[in-house]
């Protein structure tokens, strides 16, 4: 520990943290833009700054930059930072596209609410505004570059977290504009669409791809059936928009809003990862008997494979051949659903609530479809559905807690756990366990499998033989498996997921405003993992094969995992 003076107080830090975190955790607020903590500690925005006493003289330093050492003496708020501060903010707002009453970002927005907090009331400075283009041509995020303050939080995040480094700066001075080479869009570059960029991004520089009318135009066409499932992980996130404490389980609330909304039957992927679980189980059984194209590779979280295709395609022949939850559930909606309530598949729209921008992509996808149908026609974000629920007018914390529809609506604690990293595997292995001992494990809850550390691995019982598997979360992560795998490492089962801490960090997921931002780290997912691991444990069903609509599916509709029908509407080919 060291003991510096901030404004006065004496205070204690950790060694190696620099002033604006040793401020933080003395309490004292010192707005910042561009830092993300260890992720983006270069001091460019210069809000952060702070007066230091270096030899008797007061010296402007940025204090994200800046270490705290023993004995130094600070102030963050004297009437010359205010000032100075003040300047800088006025400087990035002179060249900003100030439509903050019809911003997407508009309430959430941390440049906003920074020029609020300093109290900008007019801006100084005027001159060219610059006219730079907004890309919106792909179906997952939209680039706005008259929004970007070059904060380089996604560039950081892409190429530090997620090891993909689409963004970069191009060009100087007052030209540069941080974006994909020759400022492509993201659909011609190497993104891997998983939308953390969106997440890092303080202002509306980087939104989803909106498609909040196309659904609100099909709920209100009296010819369509318009069917909607959720995420697991939108049950322990949505709630967080209006109000309740991150980690807050609002399934109920979350199923009457919908009911609100128009949706004509309200289900959940839950259901579906449930039977990715069986059909998954039944494929890693067969590699194993077969010993080939092991590891297994799970293939639920798009931006995983997408990273795949671009990084590793000499490993896409392991991926599972599984399509993700969401995608099965739209192909049995439009076939067996579609049967048995008589409806012309014609006119059934496929919505899926979810956390992820991947997931818009995934659905834009020509290998997730069935005949002329695409599986799953719209994908709305977590932060979507929110403003849906805020047009409607709907009192969110006021709703009654409901249930899901049947039959899809049904699902096992195990298709929960799907949205945190980890789940996957852990809902794997309490069905593989069973298929290869006909015995149910007595013990449910794999503590090795749990957790957040980047890359895990564990051998797992099965009957007769133990299996190596791996989990990774964040493609960085991902590369280092890849990577080990490449060396000639062997594993037989790995969870990979795009985001850090699984779904429950998707892109598409909450965005914190300012402050918690310099928080960041997985904490917050944490809170929302353990959510997921409530709902699985206040479950009287927790594994997947004995979901009964899961078993009625195979009796009425699939016959058998891996079945011709199973193979023809739940699995899908990776081609390099
Ligand atoms: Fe996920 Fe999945 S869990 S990928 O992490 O397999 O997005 O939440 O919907 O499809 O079920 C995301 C979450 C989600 C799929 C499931």
């Not at 890092?200 to 659904?215: F, H, Q, R, Y």
């Not at 297994?296 to 896409?316: D, I, M, Q, R, T």
């Not at 399509?323 to 309530?341: D, N, R, V, W």
Request: with cysteine; glycine share 8%; aromatic share 8%.
């Amino acid at each position: 520990k060291i003991r510096l003076t901030i404004d006065g107080r004496e205070i204690e830090a950790d060694k190696g943290m620099n002033v604006l975190e040793a401020a933080h955790a003395a309490g004292i607020e010192i707005p910042s833009l561009c830092y993300l903590r260890h992720v983006n500690e270069i001091g460019s925005c210069r809000v952060c700054l702070v007066e230091v006493e270096i030899k008797g003289n007061r010296v402007l330093q940025a204090s994200c930059a800046f270490p705290a050492t023993e004995g130094l003496v600070v102030h963050t708020s004297s009437t010359r930072v205010r000032r100075v501060r003040k300047t800088m903010v006025e400087l990035l707002l002179s060249d900003h596209h100030r439509e903050c009453t019809t911003c997407i970002r508009n309430l959430n927005c941390e440049l906003q609410n920074i020029a609020d907090n300093l109290g900008i009331r007019n801006i100084k400075y005027t001159g060219e505004m610059k006219q730079l283009p907004v890309q919106n041509e792909n179906s997952f995020i939209v680039r706005d570059y008259n929004k970007c303050i070059k904060c380089r939080r996604c560039e950081a995040i892409c190429s530090k977290v997620q090891e993909v480094n689409v963004y970069s700066a191009i060009n100087r001075g007052y030209d540069t504009v941080i974006a994909p080479a020759f400022m492509q869009d993201l659909s011609q570059v190497a993104c891997i669409t998983c939308g953390q960029c969106v997440i890092a991004c303080p202002t509306a520089s980087l939104t989803e791809k909106e498609c909040i009318d196309s659904v609100w135009e099909a709920l209100e066409d009296p010819d369509k059936y318009v069917v909607v499932q959720t995420a697991p992980s939108i049950q322990v996130t949505l709630g967080e928009v209006f109000g309740y404490p991150v980690g807050t389980v609002v399934t109920g609330k979350l199923v009457a809003a919908l009911r609100r909304l128009g949706f004509d039957k309200v289900f959940s992927t839950d259901f579906t990862a449930d039977l990715t679980i069986m059909e998954e189980a039944h494929e890693l059984l067969e590699r194993l008997e077969q010993g080939d194209k092991l590891p297994l590779l799970s293939s639920c979280s798009p931006g995983w494979v997408k990273f795949a295709e671009h990084f590793y395609p000499e490993f896409l022949e392991n991926l599972s051949t599984c399509k993700s939850p969401h995608e099965m559930f739209g192909a049995l909606t439009k076939t067996y659903f579609a049967g048995k309530q008589g409806l012309d598949p014609e006119k059934i729209v496929v919505v899926a609530i979810m956390p992820c921008t991947a997931k818009k992509f995934e659905a834009s996808r020509p290998e997730m479809g069935t005949g002329n149908f695409k599986d799953v026609d719209w994908v709305l974000t977590t932060r979507e559905l929110a403003r849906m629920i805020r047009q409607a007018g709907i009192n969110f914390c006021d709703l009654p807690d409901e249930d899901y529809d049947t039959p899809m609506g049904i699902a096992s604690g195990a298709g929960a756990i799907f949205g945190s990293t980890g789940g996957v595997i852990e809902a794997a292995v309490r069905t593989a366990y069973y298929l290869t001992s006909g015995q149910e494990l007595d013990v449910l809850d794999y503590e090795e499998l749990r957790g957040f550390s980047g890359l895990k691995e564990a051998w797992v019982e099965l009957k007769g033989r133990r299996i190596k598997v791996a989990i990774a979360h964040g493609t960085g992560n991902a590369r280092i498996l890849m990577d080990r795998l490449k060396a000639g490492e062997q594993f037989d089962y790995a969870e990979i997921m795009a985001c850090p801490g699984g779904c429950v960090g998707g892109g598409g997921q909450p965005i914190f405003g300012t402050r918690e931002h310099k928080e960041i780290s997985l904490d917050y997912r944490h809170n929302r993992a353990d959510a997921l691991e409530r709902i699985d444990y206040s479950k009287k069903i927790r594994r997947a094969h004995e979901n009964p609509a899961v078993k009625k599916i195979y009796e009425e509709f699939l016959g058998h995992p891996l079945s011709n029908m199973s193979k023809k509407l739940l699995h899908t080919y990776f081609t390099p």
